[in-house]
């Protein structure tokens, strides 16, 4: 081996050692809330971090975590820019529509707008680079520029748009393939700045929903998401920048998408903040019934609490004002059951309610 590579050797293991003492941490924290500190999701964090003896340390950080109560995910407003999302024939009227569509999304109570140019539907067609950076760059530079409080993401699979948005003044770069699609993202990523949601899909838009399969679809999710994030950190995006997402709708069937919100929980053991989208999902008409996906609402709500309550950091959603309130429905009753537990002393119990993982910092 040359000298070179020991050197980059020893610095890629040395990020990937500070990124496990991060583990350790929040996996500590995270099991404090939701599960007996010798259960699967400690079995899946240490697997990860390939050490035993670290139990003891993520026990100990398992009992120190003493969370604030009542705090509410953050909320990504979805903002679209593909041509039947906002067209009305011209450019101009696309890119004013868009802005305003994002500022009424700040208004309504959005963290972050995620601004895309390029469609994930199953089956949809590859966008090239210049068209979705001709989509999104507008849009964003207006937004950076006017927004007060939310900050900007783009969400896109290729690297050269990921650079110009990050220029342009978005904060977060939001990649659906996790690094897959291009392989100069993560490099992009490293080198930004911005925060990066690495998400979970297996193949591409196009083929993703052709018979998708698996056994046990939390094990395996979380441990393709696991060598995601290890390649992440490898090539040099900071551990305190990266968010997970496994990918709701993207190559799963109905019951792979209901497993993985009832078992979400699980999903934080890996130590990152998670990003999860259910909003107006094909797999949530499935289930209720509802065909036209505006007016998913309800089911899409349902699922914004349930995986506020299983420690998802983030929502990505469409009808920002509705999830906002439904959030702050649920964060307030734990806060009252973890008041209510501390008064008489159970304060088991109020770990139990409190989800200390959505008190995360925005990443950039
Ligand atoms: N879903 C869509 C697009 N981008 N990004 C992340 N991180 N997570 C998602 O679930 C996600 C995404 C597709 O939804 P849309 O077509 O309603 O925007």
Redesign the pocket.
Known sequence: MEARDLLVDAEARERRVRFAGDAIDAAGRTLARFVAPDSAPVVVALDALGEAPLLERVRRAALAARPAPGVRPQVWG?L?VTPDSFSDGGRFAEVKRAVEHGLALEAAGADVL?V?GE???PGAAPVDARTESERVLPVIERLAARCRRATISV?TMKASVARAAVDAGARWI?D?SGGDADPAMLDAAAASGAGY?C?HMRGTPRTMQKAPHYDDVVGEVCEELRARLVRCVDAGVAPERLWL?P????GKRLEDNLVLIERLAELTSLGAPL???A???SFVGTLTGVETPRDRLAGSLAAAVLLAERGASAL?V?DVAPTVEALDMAAGVAAAARGAAAEHGDAAHGDAVDRDVANREVAP
Not at 247 to 250: C, D, K, P, T
């Open positions: 979805v679209n995620d895309g469609s994930t539907r969400d939001n659906p949601v998400m997402d990918g709701l709708g993207f990003l999860v989208g909003s107006r999902k990505r469409h």
